[in-house]
């Protein structure tokens, strides 16, 4: 069997490879990013068999933990987090101070799924969380939030591109989801949550390290 996961894991890491290359002044960010993602990767054990279980090969580390479950975070988010910058070849976001707690309403509010207030998808507490959690972040941030709304749109784009390419290279991939648990929404085939996952993804935590550093920094002038 093909080791799908890890094949699209590699993707992202060499475009990880060539951001880390191309902006020396991003690599604190883009690296960072990455090693605060990696530990998202252990939410796979929630997402099977709620959301898919792969039909193709993978490096098991723990029940349904996989390897390419941390590995491919640790280079997503990495690449979610610098993706604008690069494109379109800006600094760092400059934000003003705003309270970086608010970022946490989020994950605060994923990890409510445990309570279970509501019968829905794993997949769609995730996206709705994180929704919720960056519309509060951008409101904050008023006209600057544009930037991370770009970088959402980017990210999606660029997520959209190399997941259609895997989905029709691999039908295994296809084959691995379970769609009597999603919304049925189809785009080209592919639940429509894997785009609204990744857009909401991408809003959320593209701004995060420039809120957390203003307010580091700021606060240690005090």
Same mark, same amino acid.
């Given at each position: 069997?093909?080791?799908?996961?890890?094949?699209?894991?590699?993707?992202?890491? #060499?475009?990880?490879?060539?951001?880390?290359?191309?902006?020396?002044?991003?690599?604190?960010?883009?690296?960072?990013?990455?090693?605060?993602?990696?530990?998202?990767?252990?939410?796979?054990?929630?997402? #099977?068999?709620?959301?898919? +279980?792969?039909?193709?090969?993978?490096?098991?580390?723990?029940?349904?933990?996989?390897?390419?479950?941390?590995?491919?975070?640790?280079?997503?988010?990495?690449?979610?987090? +610098?993706?604008?910058? +690069?494109?379109?070849?800006?600094?760092?976001?400059?934000?003003?101070?705003?309270?970086?707690?608010?970022?946490?309403?989020?994950?605060?509010?994923?990890?409510?799924?445990?309570?279970?207030?509501?019968?829905?998808?794993?997949?769609?507490?995730?996206?709705?969380?994180?929704?919720?959690?960056?519309?509060?972040?951008?409101?904050?941030?008023?006209?600057?939030?544009?930037?991370?709304?770009?970088?959402?749109?980017?990210?999606?784009?660029?997520?959209?591109?190399?997941?259609?390419?895997?989905?029709? +290279?691999?039908?295994?991939?296809?084959?691995?989801?379970?769609?009597?648990?999603?919304?049925?929404?189809?785009?080209?085939?592919?639940?429509?949550?894997?785009?609204?996952?990744?857009?909401?993804?991408?809003?959320?935590?593209?701004?995060?390290?420039?809120?957390?550093?203003?307010?580091?920094?700021?606060?240690?002038?005090?």
């Amino acid at each position: 069997m093909t080791y799908i996961y890890l094949i699209g894991t590699g993707v992202y890491a #060499v475009i990880w490879l060539v951001f880390f290359i191309l902006r020396k002044d991003l690599r604190r960010k883009l690296f960072l990013a990455s090693l605060f993602a990696a530990p998202l990767g252990i939410s796979e054990l929630l997402f #099977v068999p709620e959301y898919w +279980v792969p039909q193709f090969q993978t490096i098991p580390l723990f029940r349904e933990l996989f390897l390419e479950s941390i590995l491919f975070c640790f280079f997503l988010g990495g690449v979610v987090a +610098v993706a604008y910058q +690069v494109f379109f070849k800006e600094k760092l976001f400059e934000f003003k101070k705003i309270n970086p707690l608010l970022t946490l309403i989020a994950p605060v509010l994923f990890l409510t799924y445990f309570l279970r207030p509501f019968n829905i998808n794993m997949m769609h507490y995730a996206f709705i969380s994180m929704f919720i959690g960056s519309f509060i972040v951008l409101y904050c941030l008023g006209k600057k939030s544009k930037k991370v709304i770009y970088s959402a749109v980017i990210n999606t784009v660029l997520y959209s591109v190399f997941y259609f390419t895997l989905w029709y +290279v691999f039908p295994q991939l296809s084959a691995s989801y379970q769609f009597h648990k999603l919304s049925g929404i189809l785009l080209g085939g592919i639940p429509a949550e894997e785009f609204l996952w990744i857009f909401s993804f991408a809003l959320y935590w593209a701004p995060l390290y420039e809120i957390w550093k203003t307010y580091l920094k700021k606060n240690r002038k005090l």
